[in-house]
């Protein structure tokens, strides 16, 4: 087949050129022309790609929205409980997920796992591996307990034998580990490249959406914590999950970025342990470190990711620093950590203008939602008076930059939770109080603040 022609298109401004060039001729950016395939000049009726896209949209007539029948999408179980919650259910036909994630955190385990419990279930599966041999896919297999795996492997990076081989044995879900190795010999650039992860997940995702077959790309994050490919997959799959976690701990949790067939924010917890990747169903306390006797700078937090609430402890660190104090934080927000600073300053005069101020979020979890900004300021505060909170005692409430305690969604469930762990004293905002006594608090007294001087002083 003879090569298309490469152009040269801007990120920014969509401009093409022949050449690569460092300026783009449209708009002036530096460094935004990313190679692609120039397209033929379509035939009549049918463009480059319309053998494929007709697939996608049988000529039909125009309907109106009451007339459409709302067909609930099947899925398919994978048999591993978190990662389906994370999914929305299971495996959709023809459905793209892709699963981002640092090296090593357990991508390649956890999509083995899967696709042996689909193929055992009577799925058809195929595992394309990019990155390593077939060789090192079955020892992992035996590592995992899996060795007379039915699992087809391909080891293979070229896209064209890939979509080929997929189109021969159809199997109901496909595995790509990883897009970042895939190359389409359409383009010159190496594998990796954005243009390159960008062209074959087109590709792969127009095979998944004509033929139904299930595709799972893998992806490697780079250094800023994106997907590699700027965020160019995102859009273009359904699903989007992202692996988080300390690699140092053996807690992996997957959470939902993106997905057209689920919530999002669902998040899946997973265990890293000799024999693979095992879900943890009631990952509550996990992200608790256990202290003999409390100490200064710890406050346990409950947060609401997705249905599910967790507790988390956070920790902080406030020692005096130099010329111009450094206020870091692992897990949190430090624009938000910035701002509670200034708050605690203003509102409760906690001074902590020439202090050097760490935050952490135990366990390698993030949280974004604004519930934990009442725990890092008491943590904080603590930190600082060098004295520790009581034991057994949680917080949860945003803060507004007046000083206000706002309320967190679904303030009841945390307080349950908490409850049930044993927790027996728990700060938060006035409107998530119980109105009533139930029996579900107690054991738990409840203090309701509206300010966070009020809090402090507590
Ligand atoms: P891997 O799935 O190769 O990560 P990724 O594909 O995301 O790069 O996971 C590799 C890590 O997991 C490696 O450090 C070894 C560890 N591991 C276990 O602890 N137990 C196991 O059963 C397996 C297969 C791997
Ligand atoms: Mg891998």
Redesign the pocket.
């Known amino acids: 087949m003879a090569k298309d022609k490469s152009i040269y298109t801007c990120n920014d401004c969509g401009a093409t050129s022949p050449r690569w060039l460092g300026k783009c001729p449209g708009c002036g950016a530096w460094n935004t022309l990313v190679e692609s395939v120039a397209e033929a000049p379509a035939a009549p009726g049918k463009n480059r790609l319309g053998a494929s896209f007709a697939a996608l949209a049988p000529a039909s007539e125009v309907q109106p929205l009451s007339a459409i029948e709302a067909v609930d999408v099947a899925r398919t179980p994978t048999g591993q409980g978190e990662l389906d919650r994370v999914l929305g259910g299971g495996i959709v036909e023809g459905g793209v997920v892709l699963i981002g ?10 999509l083995l796992q899967a696709v042996d419990a689909l193929q055992r279930a009577g799925l058809p599966a195929l595992y394309v591996t990019g990155e390593e041999s077939g060789a090192q896919v079955a020892l ?1 297999a035996r ?2 307990g899996i060795t007379g795996s039915p699992v087809a492997v391909l080891a293979e990076i070229q896209l064209e034998k890939i979509i080929a081989t997929l189109a021969s044995q159809q199997p109901a879900i496909a595995v790509i ?1 990883s897009i970042q190795t895939v190359y389409s010999d359409q383009l010159t650039s190496a594998p990796g490249s954005v243009s390159q992860v960008r062209e074959c997940a087109a590709h792969l995702t127009r095979f998944a959406k004509s033929s139904g077959t299930a595709v799972v790309l ?1 992806g490697h994050v780079t250094k800023d914590g994106q997907l590699a490919g700027p965020r160019v997959l995102e859009h273009m799959v359904d699903t989007v999950l992202y ?1 988080e976690g300390d ?1 140092h701990s053996s807690f992996r949790l997957i959470r939902a970025i993106k997905n057209r067939f689920g919530a999002v924010n669902e998040i899946g917890v997973f265990a ?5 990747l095992k879900g943890v169903s009631n990952p509550s306390a996990i992200f608790l470190s256990q202290h003999a006797q409390p100490v200064p700078g710890s406050c346990v937090m409950v947060t609401l990711e997705g249905t599910r609430p967790m507790l988390v402890e956070i920790q902080a660190l406030v020692d005096t620093g130099g010329v111009s104090p450094r206020r870091l934080s692992v897990g949190l927000e430090r624009d938000r950590l910035a701002m509670l600073l200034a708050v605690l300053h203003q509102h409760a005069g906690v001074a902590t203008g020439d202090q050097d101020v760490f935050v952490n979020a135990v366990g390698g979890v993030r949280i974004s939602e604004p519930a934990a900004d009442l725990a890092v300021m008491l943590a904080i505060t603590s930190s600082l008076r060098g004295k520790p909170l009581p034991k057994g005692f949680i917080a949860f409430g945003e803060v507004g930059l007046a000083g206000e305690v706002r309320p967190a969604p679904r303030g009841q469930e945390r307080l349950k939770e908490a409850a049930k762990l044993g927790f027996s004293v728990a700060v938060v905002p006035k409107a998530n109080a119980p109105k009533k006594a139930d029996k579900a608090f107690e054991g738990l007294t409840i203090h309701a603040v509206e300010r966070v001087d009020e809090a402090m002083a507590l």
């Open positions: 994630g640092d090296p090593g955190i357990g991508k390649s385990t956890l992992r590592r995992l580990d893998v692996f690699t890293m342990t000799e024999k693979g």
